[in-house]
Nanobody, 124 residues
Framework: QVQLVESGGGLVQAGGSLKLSCVAS????????MAWYRQAPGKQRDLVAQ???????NYAGSVKGRFTISRDNAKDTITLQMNNLKPEDTAIYYC??????????????????WGQGTQVTVSS
């Protein structure tokens, strides 16, 4: 069973920094695109940053220049370095990844997985 396990959330003051990590575990053949999403109370879950296996990145406009996503393909791990945090960054952050175990699941070779989420709270 593939799992995505996040760590690194917490409480920080505005202007501070946090680093989130996510590792894929369980039986798997490959991991393709990985990403961070976030969901604030009463709002939809939105993309924060995405990184392909080749290292191409994509960021939400609200975090460009402040957040950096990186990846270690050998360990199937991504990190999100968050600097100059703002109260509006407060949310549950979820790791997301496209993973294949080499077998078809529901007719698909690649399956999209979510982590359990980690809380990030930025105080003003």
């Amino acid at each position: 069973q593939v799992q995505l396990v996040e760590s690194g959330g917490g409480l920080v003051q505005a202007g501070g920094s946090l680093k989130l990590s996510c590792v894929a575990s369980g039986r798997r053949i490959g991991v393709d695109a990985m990403a961070w999403y976030r969901q604030a109370p009463g709002k939809q879950r939105d993309l924060v940053a995405q990184i392909t296996r080749g290292g191409n990145t994509n960021y939400a406009g609200s975090v460009k220049g402040r957040f950096t996503i990186s990846r270690d393909n050998a360990k199937d791990t991504i990190t999100l370095q968050m600097n100059n945090l703002k109260p509006e960054d407060t949310a549950i952050y979820y790791c997301n990844a496209d993973v294949t175990t080499g077998t078809y699941i529901d007719g698909r070779l690649w399956t999209n997985y979510w982590g359990q989420g980690t809380q990030v709270t930025v105080s003003s």
